[in-house]
């Protein structure tokens, strides 16, 4: 491939990708993060391929089902800590287009980009990185990416691929995910490090409808779990083959769950413990920064800055971000499917706990980027909150059909409304809140909520 700085051609497709998005953004329409690369991939299919060459510091790919935008967010912060700017996808836009768009308008050497599950292979393939963090794969818009196994069999092909080329980090508890640092043979491959997490005091009390990984990637058979943590995440091997979970070098052996305050973590690492007092809260959290820290070990950086990267951490976009409204506060928690969402549950019923019954806004989207399909409500463990609620609004395409699995959960008919439109809802459920409102979108409804708190002066604009 020609070199791009020298190719007037490309130059010029460059300027005008470039001058669509600053038009775009000053529109105040929204499209900023995709539309520039959408219109760069349509004038130049190489393009991802082009701009990649120019960073010769190497590039970090991040990849999962849930917690990959914080995860490259927290590394982002690490490296940071460490003096480095990557050009990074911050807004979030993580398919080719959101990654086209951050090579096309930011500077720097180094590249970190949060990929989409099945833009995985082709990212990979054209940016060639040098760091792969791989974090979960959970079940999720079936309608759109098929079974997990399927994505499973595709990022297999694409870590046997870079072997040898690239650096690995998974995640040990996931076996979907540990597997794939294997050989066929079951030897580790080069390259891999592996995380997860060892304190038992952290597992639950039985295996959640969520529950996804039950067969043996390799011969078959069910799984035998000692231990979960999060879904199918945890402690596992095969009966049958004798598969199991490998032993994690970056390892939380100690953690301390502090409801939405966050947590306080210990942490086994080949360059010694670390102790990272996290302000993102719940168990998921906890496994973001645990793939960070394994990132950045990868990439160089020493564990007391990893530490206090991580200490200084502001929740990404949409990801427990509080915003305030007046004298109250909405803090917004993404759900988008069975695993995530019981996550966020187990967290607010934490705060339930210590600060009395929450209220909450549900808004349950089912557009294309939602998936279709929203019967996953019904794998969600709703029932763990039904006991700690003071009021909740349903809001959304979907919201009649939220409600109803809120009643099938156990929650009292009296607390729950139904107000279709994202901006009446929210103000019922703002009006009628003590002090926070738990906002739960799906991801359109996110997008949604965001610009209604962007337009009335109350956010910044998630484009900018």
């Not at 168990?283 to 920064?289: D, E, G, Q, S, T």
Request: some cysteine; glycine content about 10%.
């Amino acid at each position: 491939m020609s070199n791009p700085r020298s190719t007037p051609l490309f130059g010029a497709k460059l300027a005008l990708s470039r001058a669509v998005g600053a038009a775009s953004r000053r529109s105040g329409q929204g499209g900023g993060t995709t539309l520039p690369g959408r219109l760069l991939l349509r004038l130049d299919r190489e393009a991802i391929a082009r701009l990649g060459a120019r960073l010769d510091g190497g590039t970090t790919v991040v990849s999962a089902t849930n917690g990959k935008t914080t995860t490259a967010g927290m590394i982002a912060a690490i490296l940071a800590a460490d003096g480095r700017q990557p050009v990074h996808n911050r807004a979030g836009s993580n398919m080719t287009w959101g990654v086209a768009t951050a090579l096309l308008e930011q500077r720097g050497s180094e590249g970190l980009f949060e990929v989409d599950e099945a833009w995985l292979p082709r990212v990979t393939e054209q940016l060639e990185p040098s760091l792969i963090v791989l974090g979960n794969l959970f079940r999720d818009q079936l309608d759109r990416y098929g079974e997990m196994e399927a994505l499973a069999d595709e990022w297999a092909k694409t870590v046997a691929s870079r072997t040898g080329k690239t650096r690995f980090a998974l995640n040990a508890d996931d076996p979907l995910i540990a597997d794939l640092g294997r050989d066929p043979e079951g030897e580790r491959r080069e390259g891999v490090l592996y995380f997860g997490i060892e304190d038992p005091s952290q597992a639950l009390p039985e295996l959640q409808h969520a529950f996804d990984a039950k067969h043996c990637r390799r011969c078959g058979h069910p799984y035998a779990y000692e231990r979960a943590f999060v879904g199918h995440l945890g402690h596992y091997s095969c009966p049958n083959c004798g598969a199991e979970r490998p032993a994690p070098e970056v390892a939380a052996t100690a953690i301390e769950l502090r409801g939405m305050d966050g947590s306080r973590v210990e942490v086994r690492t080949p360059e010694g413990e670390i102790a990272i007092e996290l302000p993102l809260p719940g168990l998921y959290n906890v496994y973001n920064a645990l793939a960070a820290i394994a990132a950045g070990l990868r990439l160089g950086v020493a564990p007391e800055r990893i530490a206090a990267a991580l200490g200084e951490m502001r929740a990404a976009f949409g990801r427990v971000e509080t915003i305030p409204v007046g004298e109250k506060s909405v803090s917004i928690l993404l759900i988008k499917n069975p695993a995530g969402a019981n996550e966020v549950l187990r967290t607010l019923l934490l705060e339930a706990r210590e600060r009395g019954p929450v209220d909450l806004w549900i808004a349950l989207n089912d557009r294309i980027a939602d998936g279709r399909d929203v019967s996953w409500i019904w794998d969600a463990d709703f029932e763990l909150l039904g006991n700690a609620v003071r009021r909740v609004a349903c809001s959304g395409t979907r919201a009649p059909e939220m409600a109803l699995r809120l009643k099938y959960a156990g929650w009292p008919e009296e607390l729950i409304e139904v107000v279709p439109g994202i901006e009446p809802s929210l103000d019922a459920a703002l009006d009628g809140a003590q002090g926070r409102l738990f906002a739960l979108p799906t991801y359109t409804a996110l997008l949604e909520l965001r610009k209604l708190l962007a337009d009335r002066g109350l956010a910044k604009a998630f484009w900018r």
